[in-house]
T-cell receptor, first 115, second 114 residues
Framework: AQKITQTQPGMFVQEKEAVTLDCTYDTSDPSYGLFWYKQPSSGEMIFLIYQGSYDQQNATEGRYSLNFQKARKSANLVISASQLGDSAMYFCAMRLNTGGFKTIFGAGTRLFVKA | EAGVAQSPRYKIIEKRQSVAFWCNPISGHATLYWYQQILGQGPKLLIQFQNNGVVDDSQLPKDRFSAERLKGVDSTLKIQPAKLEDSAVYLC????????????FGPGTRLTVT
């Protein structure tokens, strides 16, 4: 069954340090995309980064990078130089590129950045 | 470029009443999604449209929920009759398509069923 697992309900990080948010996924489809979204307390979901299942290199977008390990079915988000504004919920999501093109979200990780 | 618009932002209804939500996606985005996000959980896809057509509605409770996307632009999601467990935030999102599947979300509609 297709599934996204985020095992860290909450994480703390010191301002200016790096933090890794874990995401593992399960699918038998050969083609899929992996996404990370940020949801601040205001509620609006914001797209951060994307990794395709056939991409050879890890995706990077500014301070965000995605550590993609296909054999382990993991797609961890790394945030470098954390800022106070990074405090939010972070969701990992998977889009299947076959069948119904369904998108599945994980339960999320709440990140707290300490000054 | 304008973002995804949703209305209303908040709605309180009694159980067994009906309610409708409206979404206007980003201009030119062919794919539109409706999600249900219960407090403390990740969003759950209810229905996905590609232009006018439904791509996936496997998790839509069809006995009480319905959705349409006329002319491939705006969309409405309706609940009739509402149950207490329908209390949630309803999120609308859209994707550019043509190989780009990242989703852009609206502010959501917070529904409370009493």
């Amino acid at each position: 069954a297709q599934k996204i697992t985020q095992t860290q309900p909450g994480m703390f990080v010191q301002e200016k340090e790096a933090v890794t948010l874990d995401c593992t996924y399960d699918t038998s489809d050969p083609s899929y995309g992996l996404f990370w979204y940020k949801q601040p307390s205001s509620g609006e979901m914001i797209f951060l980064i994307y990794q395709g299942s056939y991409d050879q290199q890890n995706a990077t977008e500014g301070r965000y990078s995605l550590n993609f390990q296909k054999a382990r079915k993991s797609a961890n988000l790394v945030i470098s130089a954390s800022q106070l504004g990074d405090s939010a919920m972070y969701f990992c999501a998977m889009r299947l590129n076959t069948g119904g093109f369904k998108t599945i979200f994980g339960a999320g990780t709440r990140l707290f950045v300490k000054a | 470029e304008a973002g995804v618009a949703q209305s209303p932002r908040y709605k309180i209804i009694e159980k067994r009443q009906s309610v409708a939500f409206w979404c206007n996606p980003i201009s030119g985005h062919a794919t539109l999604y409706w999600y249900q996000q219960i407090l403390g959980q990740g969003p759950k896809l209810l229905i996905q449209f590609q232009n006018n057509g439904v791509v996936d509605d496997s998790q839509l409770p069809k006995d009480r929920f319905s959705a349409e996307r006329l002319k491939g632009v705006d969309s409405t999601l309706k609940i009739q009759p509402a149950k207490l467990e329908d209390s949630a935030v309803y999120l609308c999102a859209s994707s550019p398509g043509q190989g780009r599947y990242e989703q852009y979300f609206g502010p959501g509609t917070r529904l409370t069923v009493t």
